[in-house]
Nanobody, 122 residues
Framework: VQLQAFEGGLVEAGGSLRLSCAASGRTDSRYVMGWFRQAPGKQRELVATITSGESTNYADSVKVRFTVSRDNGKNTVYLQMNSLKPEDTAVYYC?????????????????WGQGTLVTVSS
C-alpha cells in the first residue's frame, strides 16, 4: 500500500486547509487511518484517527477545529483544518494501521505517507 498526502501549503492564521491522502496498491478499507504531524524540534504528534466504521478521535489541541473523514470508494482520507493557528505549523503525515490501539498508544503504522508541509503565518 502506498500513501500520498496532498494539499498542504501556506495559510494565514484563522484560515482553513484540507489535506488529502490517497491510498494505492493493495488497499483495504478495514485499515485505521490516521494523521500525524511533526513540527520542527518537536516530537511527532497524533492528530486524528478514523476507523473503517468512521469512528474518530482527535488530539485535544485540534478538537472542534479539525475534522477527519474518509471515502473508501476513492481510497482517500481527508483532514479538514479550520481556525488554523501558527502552532499548527508542521509536516503532516497520513498513516494506515490495522490497530487503532497501536496507532494511538505506540504511534505505529503499517504504512506511512511522505508528509506534506503546512505553514500557518501569524
Amino acid at each position: 500500500v502506498q500513501l500520498q498526502a496532498f494539499e498542504g501549503g501556506l495559510v494565514e492564521a484563522g484560515g482553513s486547509l484540507r489535506l488529502s491522502c490517497a491510498a494505492s496498491g493493495r488497499t483495504d478499507s478495514r485499515y485505521v487511518m490516521g494523521w500525524f504531524r511533526q513540527a520542527p524540534g518537536k516530537q511527532r504528534e497524533l492528530v486524528a484517527t478514523i476507523t473503517s466504521g468512521e469512528s474518530t478521535n482527535y488530539a485535544d489541541s485540534v478538537k472542534v477545529r479539525f475534522t477527519v473523514s474518509r471515502d473508501n470508494g476513492k481510497n482517500t482520507v481527508y483532514l479538514q483544518m479550520n481556525s488554523l493557528k501558527p502552532e499548527d505549523t508542521a509536516v503532516y503525515y497520513c498513516a494506515a494501521e490495522t490497530s487503532r490501539y497501536r496507532m494511538t498508544y505506540f504511534y505505529t503504522a503499517d504504512y506511512w505517507g511522505q508528509g506534506t508541509l503546512v505553514t500557518v503565518s501569524s
